[in-house]
Structure formats: structure tokens, C-alpha cells
């Protein structure tokens, strides 16, 4: 028992000294002198990221979730004992009556520029930030998404809650994993695709900067919209059809559903021309795949499929 509980102060001892640890967090370089222990995440994809490094015992709930989507049975499990503290974007207030440490989320996934939630806001009340590194292109300039963007959060994390190994662990076995089922792709005829997010007078697509553009890529394909100089707006259809996407990734979120959107283009005269129309070539992929997270591995996995015609 003497023994068990020296190794146990050792453990804690090593714990202590791996802080203060800095870590970039978009523009910004953030120190964390311990580990914080009443987290709360933002949307689901980051819920998640949380969630499968181990940290659920370090959140006091999460937030921006069911005022848009619904969570599938693993996620429902992962966070049942956790309270959703609002279901679209917090306030201050609401993070300061949680008496949070620390808000993991990002420019347009919980935060807005010049929005009352921000990293400089929440500071007085002794909350700090990290933010998603694909949201970053929001207030300045970033490199195009990779994956490297969703593995850096997931290390980064890692090492503002002092469980680094555990991040390492998961980051190869993410890269392994990738690739393994990218293997066979033949990326010297890279298909044309399109992201269809939501909306029908002009749809809502993924552009440079968002997550599904690496996606596309790793798979195969290349994004028609990959010279757009955003992550995620509004485009007009005529350079859609103009495009001529092979195949068309729906992402499934919303009121709308995936087959919804798919019988929209395909009843839609002014798409028949459109070769993933023609051919009947569409790719559903859920929000929480679609979005940086652990997900995004299972994402290149069914895009790889679809690109194959499986």
C-alpha cells in the first residue's frame, strides 16, 4: 500500500511539473499554469474531441448543440451525465454561472467576431480560450485546411489538460488509420466535387478553408469551390453548374434532411446537366463528420467509398 501510494505522488509530482504549458491558439499564444477542471466545449465536433481524450470528468457541460442537431446514439452516451448549458451560443453569463475555467470553441462554432463571447470578454472572469484552429482563417490569415489542423487540436488539448500521451496515442492511430484507407487513391485524376451544406435560392458550401476541402482531398477529389477565400459561405448556383461536380457530398444536419437535399437537386431542371446529377453520385456525410473532430477519419473512409462508386 506504501508503495501504491508513493507511485501515486509521483505520478502527481510528474503531473504538476509537466505546467505552465503555452500553446498557439490561432493569433494568440495562451499559458495554462494547471490543467483546468470545469471545461465547456462548444458544438458537437469539439464535444467530441473532448470526449475521446478522456475528459469528460474535467467538463461541467457543454453548449450550441440541440438548437441545431441532434446527437446520435454515441455521442448521447459519451455525454449523459453532462448538462447542455445553452442550446445555441452561450452568453457570458451562462459560462460565468458554470463558474467555467476554460471554453473550447471557435469562430462561428460558439464565438462570433465582435460577439459578446470572445477569448478577450471571458478573461475578466477567469475563463480561458482555445480556439478551433480551422476558425482561425476568421480573424486573420491561416494556411488552407488540412488535417494537420485537426491533429493539432487534438495535441494541443492534450497538453492544456496534461494528457499528451493520450493525444499522441489517438493522432497516430488517426494518421494510421487514414492511411490505410487512402492507400488506392489515384490523385492524378482527382474528381470534381461539390459540398452541399443547406439552402436552395443559394446553397451554403465549404470553401478553402474548411475541413471538408481536406477531406475531399485526401480521398481523391478536389473541392469546385477550393478557390473560394472563406471556409463557409453562401455561393450563387451558376458557378455550380458551371463546375460540373462529379459528385456532390451532402452534409446531414438541420430540418432539412440529407435525402431531402439530394431530391432537391435531383427534381431541380436547372441541374440535369450537372454529372453527379446525372449519375445519381451523392456522398451524405453527418455535421459531426463533416466539422473538425475525430470523425473526420471515418469521413475520408465513406468518401473514398463514394468516389469508387461502392
Given amino acids: 500500500m506504501i508503495r501504491l501510494a508513493f507511485a501515486a505522488l509521483l505520478l502527481s509530482v510528474s503531473a504538476a511539473a509537466a505546467f505552465p504549458v503555452t500553446v498557439k491558439s490561432c493569433d494568440r499564444d ?6 483546468p477542471a470545469r471545461a465547456i466545449s462548444n458544438d458537437v465536433n469539439l464535444t467530441e474531441m473532448m470526449l475521446v481524450l478522456g475528459l469528460r470528468d474535467r467538463m461541467v457541460g457543454y453548449t450550441g448543440i440541440s438548437g441545431w442537431k441532434t446527437l ?28 467555467a475555467d476554460f471554453f473550447f470553441a471557435g469562430w462561428n462554432y460558439g464565438m462570433k467576431v465582435g460577439g459578446e463571447v470572445t477569448p478577450e470578454t471571458l478573461e ?8 478551433l484552429t480551422e476558425s482561425c482563417i476568421h ?20 497538453r492544456i489538460f496534461g494528457v499528451e500521451d493520450r493525444a499522441e496515442a489517438l493522432v497516430a492511430s488517426y494518421k494510421a488509420r487514414l492511411a490505410e484507407a487512402t ?3 489515384d490523385r492524378d485524376n482527382p474528381l470534381r466535387v461539390f459540398v452541399y451544406d443547406s439552402g436552395e435560392e443559394a446553397p451554403f458550401t465549404a470553401g478553402r ?43 446531414n444536419y438541420g430540418d432539412v434532411t440529407a435525402e431531402q437535399k439530394i431530391a432537391f437537386m435531383k427534381g431541380n431542371p436547372a441541374f440535369a446537366g450537372i454529372d453527379a446529377v446525372k449519375n445519381d453520385r451523392f456522398v451524405v ?15 475520408v473512409e465513406k468518401l473514398v467509398a463514394g468516389f469508387a462508386g461502392q
Avoid: C, H
Fill in 30 to 35: 495562451v499559458t495554462f499554469d494547471a490543467a
Fill in 72 to 99: 446520435d446514439p454515441e455521442m448521447r452516451e459519451g455525454i449523459a451525465e453532462l448538462p447542455e448549458l445553452s442550446a445555441k451560443y452561450p452568453s457570458k453569463e451562462v459560462l460565468a454561472a458554470a463558474e
Fill in 124 to 131: 475578466p472572469f477567469g475563463i480561458k480560450t482555445y480556439e
Fill in 139 to 158: 480573424i486573420g490569415p491561416k494556411a488552407r485546411s488540412t488535417m494537420q489542423d485537426m491533429y493539432q487540436d487534438m495535441l494541443n488539448l492534450g
Fill in 183 to 185: 492507400k488506392g487513391v
Fill in 209 to 251: 478553408y474548411a475541413m471538408p476541402t481536406a477531406l475531399i482531398e485526401e480521398a481523391g477529389g478536389v473541392n469546385i469551390m477550393d478557390d473560394l477565400d472563406k471556409s463557409w459561405a453562401e455561393v450563387a448556383w451558376e458557378p455550380v453548374v458551371a463546375r460540373n461536380p462529379q459528385v456532390v457530398v451532402i452534409v
Fill in 285 to 299: 456525410l453527418e455535421y459531426v463528420e463533416a466539422t473538425p473532430g475525430p470523425r473526420n477519419i471515418r469521413a
